[in-house]
């Protein structure tokens, strides 16, 4: 139980269908973890589990020491779901002003947060008037006001460019190398380079925890893409 | 609950109005346009007499039942697009969102109810024998029920088209039964034993009362009854609100 998430036999259902079974992981402290796996796989029910707004049926979910949702949580977990959660009749700086309030952070938050994610320039505009990808960025933004402990993101890259995509991974490299604690989500194997270590889910049980580097060596494969499909049908 | 957090929400509620312009029009404008329509479909000698009666009740229904239908959607919209799963990861506690909401709405409806009064006082000479800023106060106490009520019953719509069908569903039956259209006492026992339970009917008989200029006990039991409905209803939108969902 050394990890900054430790996860211990969790059991979810959703809808009636079995979505984790009896899954163990942790997330060590200060690193940028990777969680892949096919649509399906329970990428998200895992997130919603740690930051504690899933009815779990049995197991244990610990984060930061605390039981996962446990209210001194809410200041130092930030979660950012995979459509975005924005108000789209506020402009951009008025949704992160009012997140902001909430988490008690000075103004000067909001410029710093909307530096990062590259929207200074649309800060007065209306929010269901962006695009997909700027509107992901602006519910990206709200998890970085107050610089948490543990962030939980939810394919946050999904339909941004390439050069989007490039900036927000150097930005979560410069979080974790801060201390932070990344579990960021992805189903696009190129993403998984740029990670520390990399849980590999499959039908709701972890496949396989490791880091990029021993995974290329025990597929004997260099793409990583190629790796997972063939740690996926080598275990299948 | 933190001061901070309310009074945060309350604001980026009425932003939200604000943005919509739309929105704000039609809450004002409806209400206004009904009692205007309410005053000249009574024709004949004693027209200006049955508007006198339920004019003033009728003052506070109608916000009433705007306010239930816009905070009821408002709220399955914060459900729906994902924004109250990630307030509720947050450190904000339910009753945050529940007030913030509440205090953003009663001043809506108190611009609401102020000035379909002012229209139904001036331009439509409406007469009641009670003091003109009972009726107002009371029209705002109306919308803030009905406010409070669509928060409650939001939380069991799993949609916009179920959200909407509980304005007939939950406030028509109550509006039979409050005594607007035949006294309660008249009824079969067991409709008069339900309509006791009903909020509606203690916002319709403090309105009807300060109307005819009745007051004394039964007034203040009234608007008691309809503060003690508001708090539990905002009190059970808080239990139904659930951090962890499946």
Sequence with gaps: MDGAISVRSLRVRRGGRLVLRDLSLSVAPGRLTGLLGPNGSGKTTLMRAIVGVQVVEAGAVVVLGEPAGSPELRWRVGYVT?????????????NLRYFARVLDR???????ALGTVGLVALAEQLTATLSGGERARVSLATALLNKPDVLVLDEPTVGLDPVLRRDLWATFRRLADGGTTLLVSSHVMEEAARCDDLLLLRDGALLAALTPAELRERTGEHELEQAFLRLAEGAA | ?????????????????????????????????????????????QAGAVFDRVGGPLLGVFPLVSMFLVTSIAMLRERTTGTLERLLTMPLAKLDLL??????????AAVQATLVSALAFGALDLHVRGPTWAVIVLAVANAVLGMALGLFVSAFARSE???VQFMPAFVLPQLLLCGLLAPRQEMARPLEVVSWAAPLTYAYDALDRVTRGVYGGALVRDVLALVAFTLLALALGAVTLRRRTP
């Design chain 2, 1 to 45: 609950m933190s001061l901070r957090v309310t009074t945060a929400t309350a604001r980026r509620v009425l932003l939200q109005l604000r943005h919509d312009p739309r929105t704000v029009l039609l809450l004002v404008a409806v209400p206004c346009a009904l009692v205007a329509l309410l005053k000249y479909v009574f024709a004949g000698g």
């Design chain 1, 82 to 94: 995979q459509a975005p959660s924005v108000y789209g009749d506020l402009t951009v700086r008025e």
């Design chain 2, 99 to 108: 007030v913030g909401y509440a205090v953003a709405f009663a001043l809506a």
């Design chain 2, 161 to 163: 088209f179920q959200a």
């Design chain 1, 106 to 112: 000075p103004e000067s938050t909001v410029d710093e």
